[in-house]
């Protein structure tokens, strides 16, 4: 087969080859040479609203055909709806969400291969990265919270609205990096008074031993990494950060268009970005609500609506109230799964698991949204066009809050670029 590549003259060969030395022998080279051509997004903030279990993409963001479990025919389990962006389309439970998605872009041609295992899959769309040996990756939020810090005083940079978890913390960032959590948005965060069953004697007996610590060289840089962190969380027991939990401040109608638990957390969300929280996950957690959450074996797909609806007011509010605040154009929302779920049916009426085309969904941002980037075949399972890696979903976040996709981190046993490869969905931008 002839090649492809168009012919060089000795200039464009020099020039092309000096450049690609200098990125060998210079770990920041790559990053520079590239500042000034990848997108560059104005987002300050970040929404990240992560659905457990896996979204099934072919019920919500990329309708097809329906199908039925009963008889095993493959395709969507809801008629699809139009919405105000013309030619797409999505699931007739988004009603609200369809309304807006104008502002709404979802991702439909988003893969990987990482399917049977849910913890390895979250890892990595958390991280950009599969986990390979023993080194552990940081999370896109603390990347961002490292890179960007929080844009006000007083405030964390970085809050997980749920359970913590290794996938999204800060790894070889150290806890710097690191987030703030809460389990129950009405009460807040815990942690930063020190619990009833710590009596004055063993807090004198911890400090005695953390003394002794101290006095091992081998422990200075990670003992001055805790000081730190206990330093800075000092200063979240302030007002600026606790009155931001004080939902009841909102107006009931407001509070009530975000719905159940959920649509609270994602009022929380807006509140904490409102504050200077730079970025915010919000994880779903629900899964009472069908049995399994998005997780839709078996009998979890006859109530999978539920979740689809507590989606809908959720994320439609969220856009809509930043919106009136112009906060919007500032804050980028994520939506996203592990993977997605296949056209076919279990024997219990449910789906499995799916990595070859799935749908993330990002809102505002200052993004130029088309409602929907790239199509699959009939079955939600073949890309046909503009796919779209996790390392290009992780380098779009990036460049839409203004970092460069090429950044390099130090802090482990070797420089790592933010992202592995990825590149910016220039389509987004311009």
């Given at each position: 087969m002839p090649s492809t590549l168009p012919a060089l003259d000795r200039r464009s060969f020099l020039v092309s080859s000096a450049g690609?030395?200098?990125?060998?022998?210079?770990?920041?080279?790559?990053?520079?040479?590239?500042?000034?051509?990848?997108?560059?997004?104005?987002?300050?903030?970040?929404?990240?609203?992560?659905?457990?279990?896996?979204?099934?993409?072919?019920?919500?963001?990329?309708?097809?055909?329906?199908?039925?479990?009963?008889?095993?025919?493959?395709?969507?389990?809801?008629?699809?709806?139009?919405?105000?962006?013309?030619?797409?389309?999505?699931?007739?439970?988004?009603?609200?969400?369809?309304?807006?998605?104008?502002?709404?872009?979802?991702?439909?041609?988003?893969?990987h291969e990482m399917i049977d295992e849910h913890a390895a899959a979250t890892n990595l769309v958390h991280t950009g990265r599969p986990t390979i040996g023993t080194l552990t990756y940081p999370s896109i939020g603390s990347v961002v919270a490292h890179l960007r810090g929080a844009s006000h005083e007083g405030v964390p940079p970085y809050v997980l609205i749920g359970f913590p978890n290794v996938s999204r913390g800060p790894g070889f960032l150290g806890p710097d990096a690191g987030y703030v959590y809460l389990t129950e948005t009405r009460s807040g965060p815990a942690g930063f008074q020190r619990p009833e069953t710590v009596t004055d004697d063993r807090q004198r007996?911890?400090?005695?031993?953390?003394?002794?610590?101290?006095?091992?060289?081998?422990?200075?840089?990670?003992?001055?990494?805790?000081?730190?962190?206990?330093?800075?969380?000092?200063?979240?027991?302030?007002?600026?950060?606790?009155?931001?939990?004080?939902?009841?401040?909102?107006?009931?109608?407001?509070?009530?268009?975000?719905?159940?638990?959920?649509?609270?957390?994602?009022?929380?969300?807006?509140?904490?970005?409102?504050?200077?929280?730079?970025?915010?996950?919000?994880?779903?957690?629900?899964?009472?609500?069908?049995?399994?959450?998005?997780?839709?074996?078996?009998?979890?797909?006859?109530?999978?609506?539920?979740?689809?609806?507590?989606?809908?007011?959720?994320?439609?509010?969220?856009?809509?109230?930043?919106?009136?605040?112009?906060?919007?154009d500032s804050t980028l929302i994520v939506v996203a799964s592990e993977f997605g779920r296949p056209a076919g049916f279990d024997a219990g009426g449910g789906r499995g698991h799916q990595g070859a085309a799935f749908s993330i969904v990002l809102a505002g941002g200052g993004l130029r949204h088309h409602g929907a980037f790239g199509s699959t075949d009939d079955l939600s399972k073949t890309i046909l066009d503009h796919p779209v890696s996790i390392p290009d979903v992780h380098a779009t976040i990036h460049a839409a809050l203004g970092i460069n996709p090429e950044t390099i981190l130090s802090g482990g046993p070797r420089p790592v670029p933010i992202t592995d490869g990825g590149r910016p969905i220039r389509k987004l931008f311009t």
């Amino acid at each position: 087969m002839p090649s492809t590549l168009p012919a060089l003259d000795r200039r464009s060969f020099l020039v092309s080859s000096a450049g690609a030395i200098s990125a060998a022998i210079m770990p920041g080279a790559s990053a520079r040479a590239t500042l000034d051509t990848a997108p560059r997004g104005s987002a300050e903030h970040c929404i990240f609203l992560w659905l457990a279990g896996g979204m099934a993409q072919i019920d919500t963001f990329d309708p097809k055909a329906i199908g039925d479990p009963r008889e095993r025919i493959p395709g969507s389990a809801y008629e699809s709806i139009p919405t105000v962006v013309p030619g797409v389309r999505v699931c007739r439970f988004l009603e609200r969400t369809a309304r807006v998605m104008d502002r709404v872009t979802a991702l439909r041609t988003v893969h990987h291969e990482m399917i049977d295992e849910h913890a390895a899959a979250t890892n990595l769309v958390h991280t950009g990265r599969p986990t390979i040996g023993t080194l552990t990756y940081p999370s896109i939020g603390s990347v961002v919270a490292h890179l960007r810090g929080a844009s006000h005083e007083g405030v964390p940079p970085y809050v997980l609205i749920g359970f913590p978890n290794v996938s999204r913390g800060p790894g070889f960032l150290g806890p710097d990096a690191g987030y703030v959590y809460l389990t129950e948005t009405r009460s807040g965060p815990a942690g930063f008074q020190r619990p009833e069953t710590v009596t004055d004697d063993r807090q004198r007996h911890r400090e005695r031993l953390l003394g002794v610590l101290r006095q091992n060289s081998q422990l200075e840089a990670p003992l001055a990494r805790y000081d730190r962190a206990v330093a800075e969380s000092l200063k979240y027991t302030g007002p600026r950060f606790t009155e931001v939990f004080q939902l009841d401040r909102e107006p009931s109608e407001l509070r009530e268009s975000y719905g159940g638990e959920f649509g609270q957390r994602c009022l929380l969300a807006r509140r904490l970005v409102e504050s200077g929280v730079r970025f915010v996950e919000v994880s779903h957690n629900l899964g009472f609500l069908n049995g399994t959450g998005w997780d839709t074996h078996n009998e979890g797909q006859l109530k999978q609506h539920l979740l689809i609806q507590e989606l809908d007011s959720a994320l439609s509010s969220l856009i809509l109230d930043l919106e009136r605040k112009q906060m919007l154009d500032s804050t980028l929302i994520v939506v996203a799964s592990e993977f997605g779920r296949p056209a076919g049916f279990d024997a219990g009426g449910g789906r499995g698991h799916q990595g070859a085309a799935f749908s993330i969904v990002l809102a505002g941002g200052g993004l130029r949204h088309h409602g929907a980037f790239g199509s699959t075949d009939d079955l939600s399972k073949t890309i046909l066009d503009h796919p779209v890696s996790i390392p290009d979903v992780h380098a779009t976040i990036h460049a839409a809050l203004g970092i460069n996709p090429e950044t390099i981190l130090s802090g482990g046993p070797r420089p790592v670029p933010i992202t592995d490869g990825g590149r910016p969905i220039r389509k987004l931008f311009t």
